[in-house]
């Protein structure tokens, strides 16, 4: 079966687990999926949008793409700063998905490219 509701010595419900796991372990999972999906998705396309649709010369579209990679790597250091002395977990995971679909919406519009850069950058 699928899902198992362990019980503690008085008999009560203790924890629903999903094949064996807790349930947070798949929305973790879904989380970092998804998070991943946005950064190496973004990475395989940016510097080609930048140079065939921005069009930056091959020079400042490698500088903004270092940036941004550096970026994305640093400020999960802070996320999880934030997350264990002020935000709490669950919080600072919604922020931060909430603040990745804003970027990946903004970048619908070439006029707010480089917002679109800091709202992923803020959200990872």
């Known amino acids: ?35 991943r999906f946005s950064y190496y998705g973004m990475r395989a396309l940016l510097v080609y949008y930048m140079i065939k649709h921005l069009m930056f010369t091959q020079a400042q579209a490698s500088q903004i793409y270092g940036l941004y990679t550096g970026l994305v790597y640093l400020t999960p250091l802070f996320g ?24 990946h919406f903004l970048m619908a519009v070439e006029s707010l490219f480089f917002p679109a850069l800091l709202f992923l950058i803020l959200g990872n």
């Open 1 to 35: 079966m699928a899902f198992h509701i362990s019980s503690d010595h008085t008999g009560q419900p203790a924890e629903i687990s999903l094949f064996g796991h807790p349930r947070g372990l798949a929305v973790l999972f879904f989380t970092e999926m998804w998070e």
């Open 80 to 103: 999880g700063i934030l997350a264990d002395r002020a935000w709490g977990q669950r919080r600072t995971v919604i922020l931060g998905a909430v603040l990745m679909a804003i970027g």
